[in-house]
T-cell receptor
Framework: GAVVSQHPSWVICKSGTSVKIECRSL??????MFWYRQFPKQSLMLMAT?????????EQGVEKDKFLINHASLTLSTLTVTSAHPEDSSFYIC??????????FGSGTRLTVV | SQKIEQNSEALNIQEGKTATLTCNYT??????LQWYRQDPGRGPVFLLL?????KEKRKERLKVTFDTTLKQSLFHITASQPADSATYLC????????????FGKGTTLSVSS
């Protein structure tokens, strides 16, 4: 089946530094990828929609200068959390839709900012 | 305002029983409704999709119903097993290309042996 590979699985970084998260579609082309954030015991909240070759669309309240999204190819989308702060600590998940059925999700990245 | 509600945050049942999870929504008109399983520290895994013109869908021990009049979906796991313990998420799909899923908060199911 279709797979989205997400790396890293977890990362700890110092406050003020930047962290890049990668999502690759392994056996299909993803024109669009979606980035979610999930806090403990909360729903997945859509942060942004990433489109290959064009600018990402951000949800209301999500700072585009803080969460930089690049979707340079049909198989790779990256999310960079810039100048990370402890409140950015969360579980970040990407997804794409390989066909007409369900969406495929990455395994998630646990970000801890200390 | 738009809302998706999964009625229970947690559901505890005994092995062998049927688990029934509920998803209600307001002010949405989804073309599809999807159910996912999420294990701790992992991304969601697709289980079933049901279209707005379908009443019921089955896959092995799973059954989903969709009532667009009541704006409700029910998700059943029959003959439940401890391995079914996880969080189950319902998600609305408006059916337009390039649009994201909208998720409920999830119901955490615990099946005891």
């Amino acid at each position: 089946g279709a797979v989205v590979s997400q790396h890293p699985s977890w990362v700890i970084c110092k406050s003020g530094t930047s962290v890049k998260i990668e999502c690759r579609s392994l056996d299909f082309q993803a024109t669009t990828m979606f980035w979610y954030r999930q806090f403990p015991k909360q729903s997945l909240m859509l942060m942004a929609t990433s489109n290959e070759g064009s600018k990402a669309t951000y949800e209301q309240g999500v700072e585009k200068d803080k969460f930089l999204i690049n979707h340079a190819s049909l198989t790779l989308s990256t999310l960079t959390v810039t100048s990370a702060h402890p409140e950015d600590s969360s579980f970040y998940i990407c997804s794409a839709r390989p066909g007409l059925n369900g969406y495929t999700f990455g395994s998630g990245t646990r970000l801890t900012v200390v | 305002s738009q809302k998706i509600e999964q009625n229970s945050e947690a559901l505890n049942i005994q092995e062998g029983k049927t688990a029934t999870l509920t998803c209600n929504y307001t002010n949405y008109s989804p073309a599809y409704l999807q159910w996912y399983r999420q294990d701790p520290g992992r991304g969601p895994v697709f289980l079933l999709l049901i279209r707005e013109n379908e009443k019921e869908k089955r896959k092995e021990r799973l059954k989903v119903t969709f009532d667009t009049t009541l704006k409700q979906s029910l998700f059943h796991i029959t003959a439940s097993q401890p391995a079914d313990s996880a969080t189950y998420l319902c998600a609305l799909d408006e059916g337009q290309a390039g649009t994201a899923l909208i998720f409920g908060k999830g119901t955490t199911l615990s099946v005891s042996s």
